[in-house]
């Protein structure tokens, strides 16, 4: 299994512009977690989604973030417009019922200026 | 609400030291805990994974051990290496599919 696949690695966008963070969960897995980490704030959880369905968006800091999971094989979050303070590493994670432990992705660098 | 503690938030041994980092939790009803690891600039790695029943995980050098009722967790680190330098992160969750709560980290410098 190729495990949990983000894209971009790293992405550099000027503040006020559209930013699209993409994930491919592990195959079979129903669970998807998005996680932001800061050196402020550690690792948060933002949104996680069942069976393709948002069910805890209550980690989302503000409208302008959004998520979305069109199938069961790829989810995107979204910032826009993007500010300096998004700035962080974001990961995905993904999960079932019978999983034990959790395998994250590479992350996102995420860097707005 | 479940809070993940560690300690120390750093450390820096000399190469080949034993050495213990802490972990601790404040609802003992989890189902897992897992430690990862996490070089500068990197992803997390998962290191070992103890189920809530178990009392303790090893993996080579790395050994692991889960005290539910007292909410603590440590993980030992045998003969430390500089390779060995990294933040070191603890997680809790209560399911299998639920979020995950971390914990700020130790950062290790293991010196040669």
């Known amino acids: 299994d190729a495990g949990v696949i983000q894209s971009p690695r790293h992405e550099v966008t000027e503040m006020g512009q559209e930013v699209t963070l993409r994930c491919k969960p592990i195959s079979g897995h129903d669970y998807l977690f998005w996680y932001r980490q800061t050196m402020m704030r550690g690792l948060e959880l933002l949104i996680y989604?069942?069976?393709?369905?948002?069910?805890?968006d209550s980690g989302m800091p503000e409208d302008r973030f959004s998520a979305k999971m069109p199938n069961a094989s790829f989810s995107t979050l979204k910032i826009q417009p993007s500010e300096p303070r998004d700035s962080a590493v974001y990961f995905c994670t993904s999960s079932t019922e019978r999983s034990y432990g959790y395998t994250f992705g590479s992350g996102t660098r995420l860097t707005v200026v | 609400k479940q809070e993940v503690t560690q300690i120390p938030a750093a450390l820096s041994v000399p190469e080949g030291e034993n050495l213990v980092l802490n972990c601790s939790f404040t609802?003992?009803?989890?189902?897992?805990l897992q430690w990862f690891r996490q070089d500068p600039g990197k992803g997390l790695t998962s290191l070992l994974l103890?189920?809530?029943?178990?009392r303790e995980q090893t993996s080579g050098r790395l050994n692991a051990s889960l005290d539910k009722s007292s909410g603590r967790s440590t993980l030992y680190i045998a003969a430390s290496q500089p390779g060995d330098s990294a933040t070191y992160l603890c997680a809790v969750f209560r399911t299998s599919y639920d979020k995950v709560i971390f914990g700020p980290g130790t950062s290790l410098s293991v010196i040669p």
């Open positions: 609802d003992s009803a989890i189902y897992n």
């Open positions: 989604f069942n069976n393709n369905v948002p069910i805890d």
């Open positions: 103890i189920q809530s029943s178990q």
